[in-house]
């Protein structure tokens, strides 16, 4: 079975860190050739989904409001994937519902996300 469910969100006074998981279960996430793409997405209430970072085999990269403070990583040898989410130095505009999906989203895989809400 193909699915993506996300963790570890929390209510998080600002300035404070979480880190957030997602199990990718499924051959997708698991190619012979080389590890899948993977980004971490939010959507704060009334906004559009964003991409907040992504890892590739050979880069992860950020958008440009959490650079330095939150760190994407993967480990590709446990069954399921898991990617995870570091976020440190938490802000109220970090408040958001949090989802994981391949880079290029599939839009069938997006699971219910997980929660962060961070108070000022």
């Known amino acids: 079975q193909v699915q993506l469910v996300e963790s570890g969100g929390n209510l998080v006074q600002a300035g404070g860190s979480l880190r957030l998981s997602c199990a990718a279960s499924?051959?997708?996430?698991?190619?012979?050739?080389?590890?899948?793409?993977m980004g971490w997405y939010r959507q704060a209430p009334g906004k559009q989904r964003e991409l907040v970072a992504f890892?590739?085999?050979?880069?992860?990269?950020?958008t440009e409001s959490v650079k330095g403070r939150f760190a994407i990583s993967r480990d590709s040898a446990r069954d399921p994937v898991m990617v995870y989410l570091q976020m440190n130095n938490l802000k109220h505009e970090d408040t958001a519902t949090y989802y994981c999906?391949?880079?290029?989203?599939?839009?069938?895989?997006w699971g219910r996300g997980t929660q962060v809400t961070v108070s000022s």
């Open positions: 999906n391949t880079y290029l989203p599939i839009e069938a895989l």
């Open positions: 499924g051959s997708v996430f698991r190619p012979a050739d080389r590890p899948t793409a």
């Open positions: 890892v590739t085999n050979l880069e992860t990269n950020y």
